[in-house]
Structure formats: structure tokens, C-alpha cells
């Protein structure tokens, strides 16, 4: 078993940091939540990262690597996917709809649309957040269970600042496991970043199809 690595101070930082921004400023504009949730993330993890470089003194690494392979794309795929449709049973047998499905889709697909909900949660949110909770979180309390769990916590926590809701939290916490487990398993990031990627788009792409299909109709 590898022991938790160093960067528990970072990672706690990071994440009450996040949490206090995005608490104090209700009603901000999408963009600016982004980036009071990634900046204090990506500041924990590069002071980590830089303070942590050189390996422990029991050979194990700080921090879960930043790679990816073909094998990370096609199993973090399946993973994301799988995840997408475990939550919409979740979703559709406690509360009878898809939870925001339907709310992100607009008509006029301006710039700041594209930004803010493509480019953002399907691109930039999974990298950011897979090098925060499962690169520095999860090894700082632990590459087992207990980080994973652990993380996870973390994970859904931090998505639950903005408003509380039971379905949001239950969903949070299993894909926060999930992702936990392809890091430790893998050693590397590569396939929950893809996972997180292709869950957060197959919302977007959901949304997108149902609004249109009620727009035509």
C-alpha cells in the first residue's frame, strides 16, 4: 500500500479557497464562477507540484501523473458514458426528468454560449478538476480506498456550494468514485479526464438535442 503523499496543506487550501469565493459571490456571471472555482485549484496544485518534484523517500510520487494512453481514451469513454446513463436512471426514477437537460439549451449560440458551455465544462472543467481532486486530493489522503471515498467527498462538496440538492450530491459522489478509481487503477489521469469529459458532454450533447427537438416541435 502507498502511503498518502505530502500536499495535504495545498489541496486543503485550494479547496476552501474555492469554496469561500464561489459562497461570498451569489449571482455571478458563469464565467467568473469558473474561474473562482479553477484558479485557487490550479494554484494548490502547481505549489504542490513545484514543492513536490523530487519523489518521496519511499519511491512513490506526490502527486498522480498527468498522462494518457489510447487504452485511457477508449476505457474513459466507456466509463463516462456508463456513468451518464446511471444517473439518468438515478434522475428519471427519484424526480422524473434529467436534471438541467433542458435549462442549458439556448437558441442563439453566441461566443460566450459556446465558452461557457462547451468549451468550459467539456474541455477546460475536467482537466482542472481531475489535476485537483484525483492528481493532488486523492494521493494527499491516500492511493486506496480511503482517498478515493475521501476525494470524492471533496469533489461532490465543492459542486454543492452553489445550492444543495440530493440527486446533484448522489451524482457527484459516484462519478467523484468512479474517476477516483480509473486514477489509482491507471497511476495516471489520462483516463478520468477523458471520463469526466465525455460525462460533461454527453449532458451538453443531451441538452442540445432535446431542446431542439422541443424548439421544432
Same mark, same amino acid.
Given at each position: #500500500?502507498?502511503?498518502?503523499?505530502?500536499?495535504?496543506?495545498?489541496?486543503?487550501?485550494?479547496?476552501?479557497?474555492?469554496? !469561500? $469565493?464561489?459562497?461570498?459571490?451569489?449571482?455571478?456571471?458563469?464565467?467568473?464562477?469558473?474561474?473562482? $472555482?479553477?484558479?485557487?485549484?490550479?494554484?494548490?496544485?502547481?505549489?504542490?507540484?513545484?514543492?513536490?518534484?523530487?519523489?518521496?523517500?519511499?519511491?512513490?510520487?506526490? $502527486?498522480?501523473? %498527468?498522462?494518457?494512453?489510447?487504452?485511457?481514451?477508449?476505457?474513459?469513454? &466507456?466509463?463516462? *458514458?456508463?456513468?451518464? /446513463?446511471?444517473?439518468?436512471?438515478? =434522475?428519471? %426514477?427519484?424526480?422524473?426528468?434529467?436534471?438541467?437537460?433542458?435549462? #442549458? &439549451?439556448?437558441?442563439?449560440?453566441?461566443? $460566450?454560449? &459556446?465558452?461557457?458551455?462547451?468549451? @468550459?465544462?467539456?474541455?477546460?472543467?475536467?482537466?482542472?478538476? =481531475?489535476? %485537483? &481532486?484525483?492528481?493532488?486530493? !486523492?494521493?494527499?489522503?491516500?492511493?486506496?480506498?480511503?482517498?478515493?471515498?475521501?476525494?470524492?467527498?471533496?469533489?461532490?462538496?465543492?459542486?454543492?456550494?452553489?445550492? %444543495?440538492?440530493?440527486?446533484?450530491?448522489?451524482? /457527484?459522489?459516484?462519478?467523484?468514485?468512479?474517476?477516483?478509481?480509473?486514477?489509482?487503477?491507471?497511476?495516471?489521469?489520462?483516463?478520468?479526464?477523458?471520463?469526466?469529459?465525455?460525462?460533461?458532454?454527453? *449532458?451538453?450533447? #443531451?441538452? =442540445?438535442?432535446?431542446? #431542439? @427537438?422541443?424548439?421544432?416541435?
Amino acid at each position: #500500500m502507498i502511503p498518502p503523499a505530502r500536499g495535504r496543506l495545498e489541496a486543503a487550501a485550494g479547496a476552501i479557497v474555492a469554496v !469561500l $469565493l464561489i459562497a461570498l459571490t451569489p449571482g455571478i456571471p458563469t464565467w467568473a464562477g469558473y474561474l473562482f $472555482l479553477w484558479v485557487p485549484l490550479i494554484a494548490a496544485v502547481v505549489v504542490a507540484a513545484r514543492r513536490r518534484s523530487a519523489r518521496n523517500s519511499d519511491g512513490s510520487t506526490s $502527486l498522480i501523473c %498527468f498522462g494518457i494512453t489510447w487504452m485511457d481514451v477508449l476505457v474513459g469513454a &466507456f466509463v463516462g *458514458l456508463l456513468l451518464r /446513463t446511471v444517473i439518468i436512471v438515478i =434522475e428519471l %426514477f427519484r424526480v422524473g426528468y434529467v436534471t438541467s437537460s433542458s435549462s #442549458m &439549451f439556448r437558441v442563439d449560440h453566441d461566443l $460566450l454560449w &459556446f465558452a461557457t458551455a462547451i468549451i @468550459a465544462p467539456v474541455l477546460c472543467a475536467p482537466i482542472v478538476e =481531475e489535476l %485537483f &481532486f484525483r492528481g493532488l486530493v !486523492l494521493p494527499a489522503i491516500g492511493r486506496n480506498w480511503i482517498g478515493i471515498v475521501g476525494s470524492a467527498v471533496i469533489f461532490s462538496t465543492v459542486h454543492l456550494v452553489t445550492g %444543495f440538492h440530493p440527486i446533484t450530491a448522489v451524482s /457527484t459522489f459516484i462519478v467523484g468514485i468512479a474517476f477516483g478509481i480509473l486514477a489509482v487503477r491507471t497511476g495516471r489521469l489520462g483516463a478520468s479526464i477523458t471520463a469526466h469529459m465525455v460525462y460533461n458532454g454527453s *449532458l451538453i450533447a #443531451m441538452s =442540445e438535442l432535446g431542446g #431542439m @427537438a422541443a424548439f421544432s416541435g
